[in-house]
């Protein structure tokens, strides 16, 4: 998932946890741990400063909304460069 961050200051491999709730939409709530793997600093080509962050739990009630949320889709990996 990518964060928007307007003061990015994780790097590369930082562990995190997170715990979002959403206003609207059919997933209300995320919360889990993820990995940190690839940052940009500052605002690059329109795009805004954030990360990129691998899943790697999510709890049971997130994991079932999410995949409930994607299934369907053509949903797929995705590392941009830079």
């Not at 998932?1 to 059919?26: N, Y």
């Not at 997933?27 to 954030?50: C, Q």
Request: aromatic share 12%.
């Amino acid at each position: 998932m990518f964060l928007s961050l307007p003061e990015q200051q994780f790097k590369k491999e930082d562990p995190l946890s997170f715990h979002f709730e959403f206003a609207e939409g059919s997933l209300t709530r995320m919360v889990g741990n993820g990995v940190v793997r690839w940052t940009r600093r500052g605002a690059i080509d329109g795009l805004s400063p954030g990360c990129g962050v691998e899943f790697t739990y999510l709890d049971d009630a997130s994991r079932a909304l999410f995949v409930r949320m994607i299934a369907g889709t053509k949903a797929r990996p995705f590392i941009p460069k830079g």
